[in-house]
């Protein structure tokens, strides 16, 4: 088979899954900006996910239900597929680009060859688009959130990054099915029903590791890094929480300056001067992210860890009084 899907229109973006996201929404008709796809999916949250099996400890500022949320909230019908078979993930694939549907997956990265990723870099959850095949040559065409264009993977690196098992996040061989309206749900009553939803899992996580709570938990395990992940031996975790806090896909600031964008937007769409201010309060909470970020990094080379600690609960209380105006936006 030979196909690329001629109406399918890829724009780059700061965060793989909302850009993924923005891509097809927009092939089916329905424009939205990143910003509005992240904020419509309830997806700003924080994780700090420790377990015994993790060689280091995984900080992360969204949720894993962002697709699930902005599709809830627009009324757009999907189906997330996993698989264990390589081979019916690749049937699925080519079936559903043979009919002139792009396909939403999950890639581990570093198997695929033009992001230039040293082979520890693992990270099962990178969303991308499948554009087209070419049986013929044995590649991929591949939308991929910061690239301009198109890029190319052979057919046996994409299957190696479907399949691969590496945690915390394997990819799982998955790929998501959209069913749209003809029309979808009323968008100001969306974005308030996005709002509401980013409030409550925030300031209402089910554990401690989890939104403000979590924030909060993720200060008290900072003062112990040092001791526990010594620097001279975990150099490559410090950098990869800076990387994940500020450079890679979450658009800076632990994905807070994407959320503000949302919210300034929202509050155009929407006639709310309360929101824009909120929107303005979240830019600066992405500062002082930022600054964690970059203190994190900073550890090895004899960064103090307490003031990571002050300014991560500075940022706990700041964050909570935001988002209990947001609920009554909302």
């Not at 570093?110 to 499948?130: D, I, N, R």
């Not at 002082?288 to 090895?300: F, G, M, S, Y």
Request: charged fraction near 25%.
């Amino acid at each position: 088979m030979k196909k690329l899907i001629k109406d399918f229109i890829h724009r780059p973006g700061v965060h793989c899954e909302s850009t993924a996201l923005r891509n097809i929404y927009e092939f089916y008709g329905f424009n939205f900006t990143e910003p509005m796809i992240f904020g419509l999916g309830s997806a700003l949250g924080f994780i700090y996910w420790k377990t015994e099996w993790m060689k280091f400890p995984f900080v992360g500022g969204r949720i894993n239900d962002l697709d699930r949320n902005l599709c809830d909230n627009l009324g757009v019908g999907l189906e997330i597929h996993v698989t264990s078979s390589r081979r019916k993930a690749y049937q699925s694939l080519k079936e559903l680009i043979g009919s002139g549907i792009p396909v939403a997956i999950h890639v581990d990265m570093p198997y695929l060859k033009y992001l230039k990723l040293s082979k520890e870099a693992h990270f099962g959850a990178h969303t991308v688009v499948v554009a087209g095949l070419d049986e013929e040559r044995g590649i991929a065409y591949i939308a991929d959130t910061q690239y301009q264009k198109l890029q190319i993977a052979t057919l046996g690196e994409l299957e190696e990054a479907r399949a691969s098992k590496f945690g915390p996040f394997p990819a799982q061989n998955m790929w998501l099915e959209f069913k749209f309206p003809l029309k979808l749900s009323p968008l100001n009553k969306a974005i308030e029903r996005a709002i509401v939803k980013t409030a409550d899992s925030m300031l209402n996580p089910p554990i401690k590791n989890l939104g403000i709570k979590g924030i909060r938990h993720f200060g008290d395990e900072i003062v112990m890094w040092p001791e526990e992940y010594p620097p001279q031996e975990f150099g490559w975790g410090y950098k990869f929480t800076y990387v994940y806090l500020e450079e890679d896909g979450s658009g800076g600031g632990c994905f807070r300056y994407l959320f503000s964008r949302f919210l300034r937007e929202a509050s155009d769409l929407i006639k709310s001067d309360e929101l824009k201010s909120l929107g303005d309060k979240y830019e600066q909470v992405g500062r002082r992210w930022t600054e964690v970020a970059h203190l994190v990094k900073d550890i090895p080379n004899g960064g103090k860890v307490g003031d990571i600690q002050k300014l991560l609960f500075e940022i706990a209380d700041e964050e909570e009084g935001i988002l209990s105006e947001l609920e009554r936006v909302g």
